[in-house]
């Protein structure tokens, strides 16, 4: 069929409509294409109110469309926008993120301000998948809306030594390595320097001799990759749910060297174990710190979601007493050693729980919230409204879940004053926003 492309949304498809026989119209969400774009495409599932359908030719490109640089766009699934230049890919999300925020009707929404980041080489971490065919190991990603495997060749999103050692890993697999065999996902983890990297591989067999071929491994490993300083091989059961997901938390059978790594960001050094979440742009991390702590003071300051302390070490130079709020047990073994010799406490717990503790204590000045994806929820608006703390200040990784929690917290008496987008995932639909709210005491 042959459709106009009315706008990108969230998920990196473009958006077009069909009419129906009862006059009504339908979403069709077609990817790699651009807004006002004419194209052939063929539904590939129908929904009922939408449907998806896949791209077969542009018939009339837009001006902003260019060649993608990577030879596997297009098949990956990894990258949604490299056919867009990057300014075309800015205004996209820029647009994506004012809409969200609209429907969720929210009024006086400030102007969005965008930091843009360098488009390419910018991640330090990377996961790959690894499985056998026609008698091959073949380590790469997962094929564009499927669970087929391709062999990774180039990523150019990120960091040149995350590539120089999957192409080294798979050298290793081409000569044949039996504790490869069992494994099913490996992820590559740098620091922005690249001087320093970790590994993890993900098992879901623990074979008598895994610590012995493991250390054999990372050995070989490190003589073609010498920024090797650790690694560590995890069982992964397969336990599965009503959902067909995986519900075990990996645990880790065999390791190799430090379990660990420095990542500076400016001149402070941050310790970051495996499996702790760390932001994955290399280059605008120092931005997005300074911008959600640089100017703030007062006497006591909460970071909820603490992770290893990328907020909660610079909040300790301006505010008397930091509390840091963080519940992952890996994320907590960094976060004590990277606020030691500073004004601070550490409460290992849910930020819910937290929260709901705090109802008699001494107010904050500030509340630094950097949720996963799910964002805050019902009860911790509520809760964090109750408290109510003069600023906000909001990192989120997802525009919907930011959206509902705004409208939940501006309900609750704050006012929304500044927005931040930050692009920490050029070439895909990705987008992360900084929210400042405030309100009156």
């Not at 964002?375 to 600023?391: D, S």
Request: hydrophobic content about 40%; some cysteine; proline content about 5%.
């Amino acid at each position: 069929m042959k459709l106009r492309i009315e706008k990108a949304i969230y998920g990196g498809a473009g958006l077009a409509r069909i009419a129906e026989a009862d006059g009504r119209s339908k979403a069709v969400f077609v990817p790699l294409t651009l807004p006002g774009e004419t194209v052939e495409a063929h539904i590939t599932e129908d929904k009922g109110s939408f449907a998806n359908a896949a791209l077969d030719a542009v018939l009339d490109a837009s001006p902003e469309r260019i060649s993608p640089a990577c030879q596997h766009f297009g098949i990956c699934g990894g990258c949604h926008y490299q056919h867009a230049n990057y300014e075309t890919q800015l205004e996209m999300k820029r647009i994506i993120l004012q809409e969200t925020l609209t429907r969720a009707k929210l009024a006086a929404i400030p102007e969005i301000q965008i930091h843009p980041s360098a488009p390419w080489e910018y991640r330090n971490r990377i996961r790959l998948h690894i499985a056998k065919a026609a008698g091959q190991i073949v380590i790469g990603y997962y094929q564009r809306a499927s669970h087929r495997i391709f062999e990774v060749q180039e990523c150019l999103v990120a960091a040149p030594l995350l590539v120089k050692t999957v192409r080294a890993l798979q050298s290793m697999a081409a000569r044949g390595n039996a504790l490869l065999e069992i494994c099913g996902e490996v992820e590559f983890f740098c620091n922005a320097e690249e001087t320093e990297l970790q590994a993890s591989f993900f098992t879901t067999q623990n074979t008598e001799n895994s610590a012995q071929s493991f250390a054999a491994l990372c050995e070989e490993l490190k003589t073609l990759v010498p920024q090797l300083t650790g690694a560590g091989l995890f069982t992964q059961p397969q336990q599965e749910n009503s959902r067909s997901k995986l519900i075990a938390e990996p645990s880790e059978i065999a390791h190799w060297g430090p379990d660990e790594l420095i990542y500076t960001v400016d001149t402070t050094g941050y310790r970051v174990s495996r499996g702790a979440f760390f932001q994955v742009n290399r280059g605008l991390l120092a931005s997005l710190r300074d911008l959600v702590t640089s100017g703030r003071s007062g006497k006591l300051a909460w970071d909820l979601y603490a992770g290893v302390g990328l907020f909660s070490v610079p909040l300790t130079e301006n505010f008397s007493r930091v509390v840091a709020v963080e519940s992952s047990a890996a994320a907590m073994h960094d976060l004590k050693h990277n606020l030691t010799g500073t004004q601070h406490q550490i409460s290992a717990v849910t930020t819910l729980n937290f929260l709901r503790a705090q109802q008699t204590a001494a107010r904050p000045d500030l509340i630094v919230l950097d949720p996963p994806r799910a964002g805050l929820g019902p009860e911790v608006c509520k809760l964090l409204g109750e408290i109510a703390a003069p600023e906000l200040v909001y990192v989120s990784c997802d525009p919907a879940t930011l959206s509902r929690d705004l409208a939940a917290l501006v309900e609750f008496g704050y006012q929304l004053v500044h927005l931040h987008l930050f692009d920490l995932f050029p070439q895909t639909f990705h987008l992360e926003t900084v929210a400042v709210l405030t309100r009156e005491a």
